[in-house]
């Protein structure tokens, strides 16, 4: 009987088209973080670039098809700023500048921004991975022009007047203590007056509405922040509510939409914001309505306020 194989026979070791150890152990590791028969495209991603027992590269990959369905790229910013004493004939633009600022995350919520930032900050990581992964997330993080920029939270840098960047948050929590004392309020109208009396002599009450005071004193205005840049932060506003009837706002646009409520609402409470209310209020009025005092009261606060008095009408 002849020894030996035959040319191009193979007698031992793994056949031809039996995958090895590490793609069997590959492939289990795939299947067992894939197996729901719902699972839809992005959490097919997203699940595998979590999967911490496969290989990176794999990862990076899953990564890179999740990226551009999990973030949206960002506009070049409009760092014009309007400042008093300018005539705004033109959309308003980005009023504020809002950036991410870095944060931590558990492992099943790291976004593909999150996952290719760690590739490419890790130094043990290959450095063609780290090169492809910093190449990935470039265009999520920086508009033309921008500086570096980090994912997660959002904050504002750079107010143009010197506002506080956690303002709209303090803003915040004081509407949030008015509806707590609202909601305090008798809804019957049967001896309402009485009850109101009644509710605000309780301890609660009387908390809400200190806690209310001190945040409101808390508030500051920079007083390079005048009447005419309270309405282009209107206009703003505007601009930002049409835009949210279209699409949803970006987390950046959401950031600035609650600043600039923030400096709205600082301003309301200066002498200056009340002076112009009621200027505006008065002059709403015929002028054979006012008496002597309240045309008297709109001289002075024309005087006074030149440029509240010349765009009244404007608002």
């Known amino acids: 009987m002849p020894r ?3 040319p191009g026979e193979r007698r031992g070791g793994r056949q031809r088209g039996t ?13 067992a973080a894939v197996t ?3 699972l839809m495209p992005l959490d097919f991603f997203l699940t595998l670039m979590r999967q911490a027992d496969l290989p990176l590269e794999f990862r990076v990959a899953a990564a890179q098809q999740a ?3 999990a973030h949206r790229k960002p506009k070049p910013a409009n760092d014009t700023y309007g400042r ?3 005539v705004v004939n033109k959309k308003i633009g980005a009023r504020v500048k809002v950036v991410k600022v870095a944060s931590d995350a558990n492992a099943h919520s790291v976004t593909p921004l999150d996952f290719l930032l760690r590739v490419m900050r890790d130094a043990n990581n ?18 033309k022009g921008e500086p570096n920029e980090a994912p997660s ?10 506002f506080d960047a956690n303002i709209g948050d303090a803003v915040e929590s004081i509407h949030q203590d008015q509806a707590r004392l609202g909601a305090l309020m008798p809804q019957n109208l049967d001896d309402y007056f009485a009850a109101c009396e009644k509710v605000k002599q309780t301890t609660e009450y009387f908390e809400l509405e200190k806690s209310i005071a001190e945040k409101q004193a808390a508030l500051k205005c920079p007083p390079n922040y005048k009447e005419l840049d309270s309405r282009q932060d209107r206009a703003r506003l505007k601009e930002l509510e049409t835009e949210g009837k279209k699409r949803p706002l970006a987390a950046a646009e959401e950031h600035e939409q609650k600043h600039l409520h923030g400096r709205l609402a600082a301003y309301a ?8 209310a009621r200027m505006n209020f008065l002059k709403a009025l015929r002028a054979d309505l006012l008496t002597p005092e309240e045309k008297d009261k709109v001289e002075n606060i024309r005087g006074a306020l030149p440029r509240c008095a010349s765009r009244s009408h404007a608002h």
């Open 4 to 6: 030996g194989s035959k």
């Open 19 to 31: 995958p090895n150890k590490s793609t069997s152990l590959k492939k289990a590791a795939f299947n």
């Open 36 to 38: 729901d028969p719902n």
């Open 67 to 69: 990226l551009p369905l």
């Open 84 to 86: 008093s004493g300018t």
């Open 126 to 143: 290959d450095p063609a991975l780290r090169l492809r992964a910093a190449g990935l997330v470039a265009p999520y993080l920086h508009p």
């Open 153 to 162: 939270e959002m904050t504002v840098v750079d107010d143009p007047y010197g």
């Open 269 to 276: 409470l200066t002498p200056e914001s009340a002076d112009c």
